[in-house]
């Protein structure tokens, strides 16, 4: 249903245009500049039948229903899928002890939440989409192309490009496992971005990349390693993207928010946290903050401000908002301390704009 609303938008707007008279084509240059709002979160795992059904929720539970009223007034809705969508598939990793086994298999109906909540297209590039090996990926992708969702991020599927409102965008999205187009792969990357940003107006990048929980919030812009694996250097891969032709850059990955940074006129998300991920995750500190970016970009994806709305979520509860604003209140703090040369201004409720 949503991509033939998504048809029928762009049809509509291809219509109208090509009835403008001259004398509404001469006055074109008054006309105000199209803004777009650009929503993002983090990781999303609703739950998982493995080891067992014990990790699910409640039946009849929807998880974004205390975060909908932000949702809706997204133009984009983008997240990070933190692992599979699917009712098949045997477990990929070796383990022992399964209840120690960090393996994520969603049902397949878990797609319908997704698609309830508006998104438009997210990111299968991270360490748990392979978990249940191809089957899991050929069902997750088959689960959100019936939910109407655009998706890349595995080697079968790297790029993708989608159109809303007239506006077409890409998304190419990295990590550096084994079933992801590489993070580290960072020459073939930029041409990547290069070719894909020829064909679209605004492409998104979006990595799984950095260090992992509360002792590396800070980007540290050097290599970083976990458990001796090689999680890239996100501070000069983000910017090098944007040098390629990336309209956004969204990160994610640590599981902890860190900080923001607009690098020539385009605005990066290091790391997004956590948003959405049900009983298997540790929700200490600030592994529970959950920020929704609400982003106003220009049609080439130029920042023009924002606002980060802080949500915040229990081991066994999904988002909700959070009056305290952790989430601002952590970014905020991260980004004054690592990019003091920063050009974001920070104001009350959660707003960011340009100083």
Do not use: W
């Not at 952590?330 to 920070?346: A, V």
Request: net charge positive; charged share 25%.
């Amino acid at each position: 249903m949503k991509k033939a609303i998504r048809k029928i938008l762009v049809s509509a707007s291809i219509v109208t245009l090509s009835g403008i008279s001259y004398a509404q084509q001469a006055d074109s240059s008054q006309v105000k500049a199209k803004e777009i709002t650009f929503m993002a979160v983090g990781d999303m795992m609703l739950g998982t039948t493995f080891p067992n059904a014990s990790y699910l929720p409640p039946k009849g539970t929807y998880p974004f229903k205390d975060v909908q009223s932000v949702f809706k007034n997204a133009d984009v809705l983008f997240g990070n899928l933190e692992g599979t969508l699917t009712d098949t598939g045997k477990n990929a990793k070796r383990c022992k002890d399964p209840s120690k086994c960090y393996s994520f298999k969603s049902p397949e109906s878990f797609g319908k939440h997704f698609e309830k909540a508006g998104f438009d297209v997210v990111s299968i590039a991270n360490n748990h989409i392979g978990d249940f090996g191809g089957i899991g990926i050929k069902n997750t992708l088959k689960t959100l192309d019936n939910a109407g969702i655009a998706s890349a991020g595995v080697l079968s599927k790297p790029t993708t490009v989608f159109e809303k409102d007239g506006i077409k965008y890409g998304l190419i999205a990295f990590a550096p496992n084994k079933d992801c187009l590489k993070l580290n792969f960072v020459t073939k990357g930029t041409q990547m971005v290069k070719n894909l940003a020829k064909k679209v107006d605004i492409v998104i990048v979006s990595f799984h990349g950095g260090a992992e929980g509360t002792k590396h919030k800070n980007v540290p812009r050097k290599t970083e390693y976990f458990y001796g694996e090689n999680r890239g250097n996100v501070y000069s891969f983000a910017h090098k993207m944007i040098d390629a032709g990336a309209g956004i850059v969204l990160g994610h990955g640590p599981h902890v928010p860190r900080a923001i940074e607009v690098y020539k006129g385009k605005f990066i998300a290091y790391s997004m946290g956590n948003f959405a991920t049900y009983k298997r995750f540790s929700m200490s500190g600030s592994k529970a903050y959950s920020p929704i970016f609400e982003l106003k970009l220009k049609e080439n994806g130029d920042f023009i401000e924002g606002k980060i709305h802080s949500a915040i979520q229990t081991k066994t509860r999904y988002p909700f908002l959070d009056s305290q604003e952790r989430a601002f209140n952590e970014i905020k703090k991260l980004t004054l301390q690592d990019f003091p040369e920063n050009k974001i201004k920070f104001g009350e409720s959660g707003k960011i704009e340009l100083k």
